[in-house]
């Protein structure tokens, strides 16, 4: 339909009408698409399907151990190494850094949140240090040894007060040292 716009003095034919948006319903299926029912779980967990998940992170333990142990042997080489040749302390503090935040994502879950409370030290200190002096080196071998110690000794849960007095040393000690940050 046209119509005459007293502005421009001109008659004019509007442009087609837009379509109105379409509103569509959400999907109904949607939780039998998002649960796997033959193989996985339902959201709900049975009692069951709790132990059969505890029993998957209890055999899982094992692996966790023996990998964590080999990198924490594998990284505290790389750090002695570099405390001898300060060329190879950018090696040793990405390894560090990738290290600890593994330790810190996993150690809750293998019941070692002290692993977990000293990983998060280490990966504090060492998060943006592109280079490290001679103490920051020896800072992070300490964190690197006593996690070491916590896992070979097994110690599961928070630990005693002599564990808790050593994480609140260590961070210390990070905090002290954390200077220089280059």
Not at 97 to 110: N, R
Not at 129 to 135: H, P
Request: proline fraction near 3%; glycine fraction near 4%; hydrophobic fraction near 40%.
């Amino acid at each position: 339909m046209t119509h005459f716009d007293w502005g421009t003095g001109a008659i004019v034919t509007p442009e087609k009408k837009k379509k109105k948006a379409q509103i569509i319903p959400p999907q109904t299926d949607l939780k039998r698409r998002t649960v796997n029912f033959v193989k996985g779980f339902d959201i709900n967990l049975s009692p069951q399907q709790l132990d059969e998940l505890e029993q998957v992170v209890q055999r899982s333990t094992e692996t966790f151990v023996r990998d964590i142990g080999k990198d924490l042997a594998d990284c505290r080489k790389l750090v002695v190494a570099a405390i001898s040749d300060n060329s190879k302390a950018s090696t040793a503090l990405e390894n560090s850094a990738d290290l600890a935040y593994s330790v810190k994502a996993l150690g809750g879950t293998f019941q070692y949140p002290l692993m977990t409370q000293i990983a998060k030290s280490l990966e504090i200190f060492v998060a943006d240090r592109t280079t490290a002096n001679m103490k920051q080196l020896l800072v992070i071998q300490l964190h690197i040894d006593s996690l070491y110690v916590i896992l070979a000794s097994r110690v599961t849960g928070f630990g005693t007060t002599v564990e808790q007095a050593t994480v609140a040393a260590l961070t210390k000690l990070a905090e002290r040292y954390e200077l220089p940050r280059e």
